[in-house]
């Protein structure tokens, strides 16, 4: 089996070591902290790898997605509401207009 190194510079003390590619690799996924050989300072990858930021991504826009069908929703119900609102208004001219019909001598 064969193993693929990787060279590290510590960004510390600038010492140049060899890592194994699968710790490395390892290390971008947990976002472990490891060591420098030489002096011993912690070493790490904090930025989120390809996968996670997809997966924050997606939340995102599943947030907003849902976000905006809430503001849709809300906005079809205040437009229901107008009509009914108008349509009531409507029938209650019509309602004073034949009244008016009504009381004038003819």
Not at 38 to 63: I, M
Request: proline share 4%.
């Amino acid at each position: 089996m064969e193993i693929n190194f990787t060279q590290m510079d510590c960004l510390h003390c600038n010492f140049v070591y060899m890592v194994p590619a699968v710790f490395i690799g390892q290390r971008r996924e947990d976002h472990e902290f490891f060591h420098c050989p030489s002096c011993g300072k912690t070493v790490h990858y904090p930025q989120d790898n390809k996968e996670e930021k997809l997966e924050k991504q997606v939340a995102r826009l599943k947030r907003e997605v849902s976000f905006e069908s809430a503001r849709r929703d809300e906005n079809y119900s205040a437009l229901e509401h107008e009509i009914r609102v108008r349509t009531g208004h409507q029938g209650q001219i019509a309602k004073l207009k034949k009244k008016l019909a009504e009381c004038q001598p003819s």
